[in-house]
T-cell receptor, first 112, second 111 residues
């Protein structure tokens, strides 16, 4: 299995609080992704990174920011969480060249 | 706009063959992936198509027609463990490695 770890795996927090999710990889892959998965919507890209300090927005980036200060870590931050951001968040890694993405085990985030 | 369509749910019987379709309308096309996702778990890679035709991998095959914007995943000799969601994903742009996912097809295999 690809070495990809998400933390935390579960989190419950209140509206208006900041939340940071971490994705850590040991594969030295160039590309890292954050998706959210909701019933009826499938996987939707929030942000992705194509290198250290290089990031780009996905289709549902509003309310989220990311940072990648080193190859192995990609952080997703919700500056002020809202109930609409309750979801399952998946991190994925890839090395491009049309190789498949490998997904972390997901973070289940509930915002009350 | 970019759009990928898959049936929401399908049901099939153990030992049978099932075909899960995926149609896409995207600004470009640079490859299509199929993933399997069991409930509560992460998606895992099944197959990849970039040229027209059939790719076979054991009990799983995937077909692509770029002119029709169409792919299917064929599962043979269905087993109970094949009950899962199947996700179709397209890489639309040649300039980035971003992917658009369909909403997934939930397959139930009955004994």
């Amino acid at each position: 299995d690809a070495g990809i770890t998400q933390s935390p795996r579960h989190k419950v927090t209140e509206t208006g609080t900041p939340v940071t999710l971490r994705c850590h990889q040991t594969e030295n892959h160039r590309y890292m992704y954050w998706y959210r998965q909701d019933p009826g919507h499938g996987l939707r890209l929030i942000h992705y990174s194509y290198g250290v300090k290089d990031t780009d927005k996905g289709e549902v980036s509003d309310g989220y920011s990311v940072s990648r200060s080193k190859t192995e870590d990609f952080l997703l931050t919700l500056e002020s969480a809202t109930s609409s951001q309750t979801s399952v968040y998946f991190c994925a890694i890839g090395d491009g060249n049309n190789q498949p993405q490998h997904f972390g085990d997901g973070t289940r985030l509930s915002i009350l | 706009g970019q759009n990928i369509d898959q049936p929401t749910e399908m049901t099939a019987t153990e030992g049978a063959i099932v075909q899960i379709n995926c149609t896409y309308q995207t600004s470009g096309f640079n490859g299509l992936f199929w993933y399997q996702q069991h409930a509560g778990e992460a998606p895992t890679f099944l197959s990849y198509n970039v040229l027209d035709g059939l790719e076979e991998k054991g009990r799983f095959s995937s077909f692509l027609s770029r002119s029709k914007g169409y792919s299917y995943l064929l599962l043979k000799e269905l087993q109970m463990k094949d009950s899962a969601s199947y996700l179709c994903a397209v890489r639309a742009s040649s300039g980035t490695y971003k992917y658009i996912f369909g909403t997934g097809t939930r397959l139930k295999v009955l004994a």
